[in-house]
T-cell receptor, first 108, second 115 residues
Framework: GQNIDQPTEMTATEGAIVQINCTYQTSGFNGLFWYQQHAGEAPTFLSY??LDGLEEKGRFSSFLSRSKGYSYLLLKELQMKDSASYLCAVRDNRKLIWGLGTSLAVNP | ETGVTQTPRHLVMGMTNKKSLKCEQHLGHNAMYWYKQSAKKPLELMFV???????ENNSVPSRFSPECPNSSHLFLHLHTLQPEDSALYLCASSQLDRESGNTIYFGEGSWLTVV
């Protein structure tokens, strides 16, 4: 079947680094996406990985290992505004499979 | 401000009402989507339109009726809804090409409460 797993909740401290993991099991693979969603708002696109390796974009980086069915989102120099839900999604051929999201709380 | 705008942002309707959600994308994309987001559930794809043609309808009840008059506008017509239809309804758009990975961009969402 198709499945995406990510932790339900995480807590981190302002200024620290946090890694949010995502594992997936899909019949096909055409890319993995990370989105950020603040409470009461729509998801906003963060990153797209289709090849193995690390993609860096400012304070955020995303890593993909297709052979392991694994990705992580790395957030550096955490700020209070990074408190949000982080959604992992995998494109399985034409279909986009969504995880439930990881709720990150950044504490002062 | 996102490139995808939705109205209204909040809607309360009775089970016998008829209302519509409106979406407009300013990104020049060729695909548009309706998603439903409920608590403790993954995002649920409802409808997909490619070049104004509906290409997916994921077993959505007929009380939800989409309309796509052109590649920039999308509507979701609502009638005789149930309380369990209360959710955040998200419109989204994408450009169908390999380079972007068909990245989806969401509107701000319409919070629907059915009473």
């Amino acid at each position: 079947g198709q499945n995406i797993d990510q932790p339900t909740e995480m807590t981190a401290t302002e200024g620290a680094i946090v890694q949010i993991n995502c594992t997936y099991q899909t019949s096909g693979f055409n890319g993995l996406f990370w989105y950020q969603q603040h409470a009461g708002e729509a998801p906003t696109f963060l990153s797209y990985n289709v090849l193995d390796g690390l993609e860096e974009k400012g304070r955020f980086s995303s890593f993909l290992s297709r052979s392991k069915g694994y990705s992580y989102l790395l957030l550096k120099e955490l700020q209070m505004k990074d408190s949000a839900s982080y959604l992992c999604a995998v494109r399985d051929n034409r279909k986009l499979i969504w995880g439930l999201g990881t709720s990150l709380a950044v504490n002062p | 401000e996102t490139g995808v705008t939705q109205t209204p942002r909040h809607l309360v309707m009775g089970m016998t009402n008829k209302k519509s959600l409106k979406c407009e994308q300013h990104l020049g994309h060729n695909a548009m989507y309706w998603y439903k987001q409920s608590a403790k559930k993954p995002l649920e794809l409802m409808f997909v339109y490619n070049f104004k043609e509906q290409t997916e309808n994921n077993s959505v009840p007929s009380r939800f009726s989409p309309e796509c008059p052109n590649s920039s506008h999308l509507f979701l017509h609502l009638h005789t809804l149930q309380p369990e239809d209360s959710a955040l309804y998200l419109c989204a758009s994408s450009q169908l090409d390999r380079e972007s990975g068909n990245t989806i961009y969401f509107g701000e969402g319409s919070w629907l409460t059915v009473v």
